[in-house]
């Protein structure tokens, strides 16, 4: 019986699930933006005690144990590990599921218990996963492959591997670039070594240093991989992968409470090991530190935005959606006013607070249509991004012309 109705479910829900969703913008228009900036949001969100001067740092609520319950037990058979070193520590540590399925709660209790991640990123993140990658049903989704029938679900589920230009992307920071490499959830050990290598004290990779390293991973995909795409997710996953590694992959304390990443942590996040002259790469063997802290206050979507709207700011090449057409160094970027009817062009995307609004509207834009099971994920999903929103004067953006990317062969896949 369950099968049966997954399986209609199912059904129902193939012929909506690629369209773009104009009814959630819709849902998200009525319920209108207002006018102060993006630095009234930080400040709301972060009252003074709370912002970088005075990054508070208590080692009792910071420290992230590696022991007991929580002691490192590498991934077995059937354990699913998969692009983002991050959820693979968490798997490995037991603070998910060890087999690398979990549910919405878990992801939140989870990236909360390692990371400090604020509930509303946690939420939005895990939501977005569900809806494109994982279940509705369970509510839940894989960290790496498609997991076996009854595990999490009984309809295939891509996971995060299968989420090409959905939630994973190109130009990651050590992950190689899906067509350019046969896969997207390894490290590359070439690009670890050359993350490794910007710091020759190895110890302080810094923001800066990690801003540096996407702009350079970003040229060497357009340089290497004809199929390379920057995909509207990828206005958000983009930066985060480069933030992440610095906020979620640092080590906090009295003397450092914004942060001080070393070149082990980087190794033990990584799953690298051995010696700098003969580094070795354990596939899933992701590791949290020992007699590590994590981050001092919740970090969440107004926190990242801040991040992320000041690193493109800096680096517009970042927020250039397009592809390589089939060769590289081929990349053309579609045009902003075109794919928003107008309502963006590359010139007003840098005014006021538009560049904030465009990410969190972009991630909005690409959701499934709320049918189904469905509808209840994208209304939360709403209604985390929406108080955000309202805090920004955002112009209103109705539809994306998503289909405009259907020209590039690295968007639909190649052979598609
Ligand atoms: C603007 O947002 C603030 C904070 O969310 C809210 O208090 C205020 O009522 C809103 N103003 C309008 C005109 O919607
Ligand atoms: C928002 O800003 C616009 C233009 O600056 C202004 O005309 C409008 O009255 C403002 N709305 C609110 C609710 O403050
Ligand atoms: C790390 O590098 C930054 C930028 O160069 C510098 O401001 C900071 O003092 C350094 N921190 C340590 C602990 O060396
Ligand atoms: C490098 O490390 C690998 C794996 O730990 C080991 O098998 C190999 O012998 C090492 N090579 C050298 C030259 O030390
Ligand atoms: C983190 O910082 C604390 C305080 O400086 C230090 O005792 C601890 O060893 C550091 N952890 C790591 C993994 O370096
Ligand atoms: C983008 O399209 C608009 C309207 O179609 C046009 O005015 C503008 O010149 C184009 N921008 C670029 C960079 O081609």
Redesign the pocket.
């Known amino acids: 019986m369950r099968i049966l109705l997954e399986l209609m479910f199912f059904l129902f829900l193939f012929g909506y699930v690629n369209a773009l969703c104009p009814m959630a913008m819709k849902m998200l228009a009525a319920r209108g933006p207002n006018n102060s900036s993006l630095s009234d949001a930080y400040a709301n969100a972060h009252p003074p005690d709370k912002r970088a001067a005075t990054i508070p740092f208590d080692p009792a609520t910071q420290y992230v144990s590696t022991t007991g319950d929580y002691e490192f037990v590498p991934p077995g058979e059937g354990d699913l590990r998969g692009p983002c070193p991050g959820l693979n520590a968490m798997a490995n540590h037991g603070y998910i599921p060890h087999n690398g399925v979990a549910t919405i709660q878990q992801f939140i209790t989870g990236t909360y218990q390692v990371f400090g991640m604020g509930f509303d990123l946690a939420l939005f993140l895990s939501l977005y996963g569900t809806l494109m990658d994982g279940s509705a049903i369970t509510g839940s989704f894989s960290i790496g492959g498609t997991p076996p029938l009854g595990v999490g679900s009984i309809i295939p589920q891509n996971g995060l591997t299968g989420s090409h230009n959905n939630y994973e992307g190109d130009a990651s920071p050590t992950r190689g670039d899906l067509y350019q490499y046969g896969d997207n959830y390894r490290v590359q050990l070439s690009q670890f070594q050359q993350l490794y290598d910007l710091d020759p004290t190895r ?2 990779y ?1 923001l800066p240093l990690l801003t540096d390293f996407r702009r350079t991973r970003f040229s060497q995909s357009i340089a290497n991989n004809r199929y390379f795409c920057n995909v509207p997710f990828g206005v958000v996953a983009g930066p985060a992968t480069y933030l992440f590694t610095f906020h979620f992959m640092a080590n906090h304390s009295a003397e ?1 409470p914004q942060g ?1 990443l070393d070149g082990e942590m980087l190794k033990s996040f990584f799953s690298i090991t051995g010696p700098d002259e003969n580094l070795t790469y354990i596939e899933g063997n992701e590791r949290i530190p020992k007699n590590w802290y994590k981050i001092g206050y919740e970090y969440g979507i107004v926190d990242f935005e801040v991040d992320a709207v000041s690193m493109n700011l800096a680096n517009p090449q970042f927020l250039s959606l397009g592809c390589n057409t089939g060769t590289v160094n081929t990349f053309t970027a579609i045009n902003v006013t075109d794919l928003t009817s107008g309502v963006y062009s590359a010139q007003t995307l840098l005014e006021g607070n538009n560049l904030a609004c465009f990410i969190l509207q972009l991630v909005v834009m690409v959701l499934p249509t709320p049918v189904g099971v469905l509808a209840g994920f994208i209304s939360q999903l709403l209604d985390t991004v929406n108080p955000i929103l309202k805090q920004f004067t955002c112009p209103q953006l109705l539809e994306i012309n998503e289909s405009v990317l259907e020209q590039f062969p690295g968007w639909l896949g190649p052979g598609a």
Request: aromatic content about 20%; overall charge neutral.
């Open positions: 110890s302080n810094t450092y001080l």
